[in-house]
């Protein structure tokens, strides 16, 4: 007996199903742009310490400190924010020409209380504040 052969014809495709390939690329996208804002903001960051060029203070200019507990320190006495918005804008007016100001802040502050005694010192009028920095160890 003779078997008899079947003959299938394979249909060759032309076009790729492109479906779960797209659905896969949304898949994606969609887990980058969630996760990229927390990867940016879950890195500790420690600035720096700067070597850049020494300005000394001249016998005009102040030096305002601002101690590691958010206490400010002025001409070696500590004077509360109002207190030192007073002296300032005192210095503003007796000085002739524009006065630096020199703001050293602890390293372990918070950003915001150095911010806060920046924009006091920008009120009473001085626009030459320069913020001290350690020298780099080498």
Same mark, same amino acid.
């Given at each position: ?20 390939? =797209? ?11 969630? @996760? &990229?804002?927390? /990867?940016?903001?879950?890195? +500790? ?40 918005? =007073? ?11 524009? @006065? &630096?100001?020199? /703001?050293?802040?602890?390293? +372990? ?30």
């Amino acid at each position: 007996m003779q078997q008899k052969r079947r003959r299938t014809q394979v249909k060759v495709y032309n076009e790729i199903n492109l479906t779960n390939l =797209i659905d896969t690329l949304f898949f994606l996208l969609i887990i980058f742009m969630i @996760t &990229a804002p927390l /990867l940016e903001y879950s890195v +500790d960051v420690t600035p720096p310490e700067m070597n850049a060029d020494p300005i000394k203070p001249d016998s005009d200019s102040k030096i305002i400190n601002v101690r590691a507990d958010g206490s400010i320190v002025y001409d070696k006495k500590t004077v509360s924010e109002a207190e030192l918005q =007073i002296i300032l804008s005192r210095i503003e007016q007796q000085s002739g020409r524009e @006065t &630096a100001i020199f /703001l050293r802040g602890d390293r +372990d502050l918070r950003y915001g209380i150095v911010m806060n005694v920046m924009k006091l010192i920008r009120a009473a009028g001085f626009r030459n504040v320069n913020l001290v920095m350690q020298e780099e160890a080498q």
